[in-house]
C-alpha cells in the first residue's frame, strides 16, 4: 500500500525568499512520485514527476524536487517565491496500481 | 493542447436525486481515472477504466456507478444524492505513448447536494 505525509498544512514565506515543501511517502514498490498545485476553485496541475533516472527533477514555474530513497522523501523546493505561487501543493505517489494516493496537501502563503 | 474536458462544472441537486457527471479525455487516451475532493480535503479515487474496463476501484459507494464509452468518455452516474457528497469531483486521463504514468486532470465538477 502506498501512503504520503505532507508535513505542515499550512506554510508561509517572503516573496523572495526560498520554498520548502515537504513530502514523505511509504511504497512497497518503487514509486512514482508526484507534485500538482491547485490554485483557487481549479483543477490540479501537474508541477513536476519522479518515475526513474535522475533524482532531481525540475518541473514548471522554477520549481524542482529532489527523490530521496534512502529518506523515503520528495520534498519540492524554489528558490525564490513568488506571489503567484500562492496556492495549495499536494504530493502523490503511485505504485503498485496506476491509482494516485494524495497527501493531505500544503496551503502556500506568500507574503509581500 | 487539449485538455481534459468535465461538464457541467457546477451542480446543485437535492438530497435522494440524481447527476450525472461526464468527462471527455486527452485525445488518444485510453485510461480516465475519477477523483472525489472535499472540502478542504485531499482527492480521493474513486473508479478508473482503462480501454472501456474498470481497471481500479477505490473508496467509491455503491450508490455511485461509472462506465467508459467507445469513444472513451467516461460519465460518473450518482444516485440517492447525499448531503457528504457535495464535493469537487475530479476526473483525470493517462496513456499517452512515453508519458503512460502521467495523470492529466480537468477542471472538476463541483456538486452541491442540497
Known amino acids: 500500500a502506498q501512503s504520503v505525509t505532507q508535513l505542515g498544512s499550512h506554510v508561509s514565506v517572503s516573496e523572495g525568499a526560498l520554498v520548502l515543501l515537504r513530502c514523505n511517502y511509504s511504497s512497497s514498490v518503487p514509486p512514482y512520485l508526484f507534485w500538482y498545485v491547485q490554485y483557487p476553485n481549479q483543477g490540479l496541475q501537474l508541477l513536476l514527476k519522479y518515475t526513474t533516472g535522475a533524482t532531481l527533477v525540475k518541473g514548471i514555474n522554477g520549481f524542482e524536487a529532489e527523490f530521496k530513497k534512502s529518506e523515503t522523501s520528495f520534498h519540492l523546493t524554489k528558490p525564490s517565491a513568488h506571489m503567484s505561487d500562492a496556492a495549495e501543493y499536494f504530493c502523490a505517489v503511485q505504485g503498485g496500481s496506476e491509482k494516485l494516493v494524495f497527501g493531505k496537501g500544503t496551503k502556500l502563503t506568500v507574503n509581500p | 493542447a487539449a485538455g481534459v474536458i468535465q461538464s457541467p462544472r457546477h451542480l446543485i441537486k437535492e438530497k435522494r436525486e440524481t447527476a450525472t457527471l461526464k468527462c471527455y479525455p486527452i485525445?488518444?487516451?485510453?485510461?480516465v481515472y475519477w477523483y472525489q475532493q472535499g472540502p478542504g480535503q485531499d482527492p480521493q479515487f474513486l473508479i478508473s477504466f482503462y480501454e472501456k474496463m474498470q481497471s481500479d476501484k477505490g473508496s467509491i459507494p455503491d450508490r455511485f456507478s461509472a462506465q467508459q464509452f467507445s469513444d472513451y468518455h467516461s460519465e460518473l452516474n450518482m444516485s440517492s444524492l447525499e448531503l457528504g457528497d457535495s464535493a469537487l469531483y475530479f476526473c483525470?486521463?493517462?496513456?499517452?505513448?512515453?508519458?503512460?504514468?502521467?495523470?492529466?486532470f480537468g477542471p472538476g465538477t463541483r456538486l452541491l447536494v442540497l
Open positions: 485525445p488518444r487516451h485510453d485510461t
Open positions: 483525470a486521463s493517462s496513456g499517452w505513448s512515453g508519458n503512460q504514468e502521467t495523470q492529466y
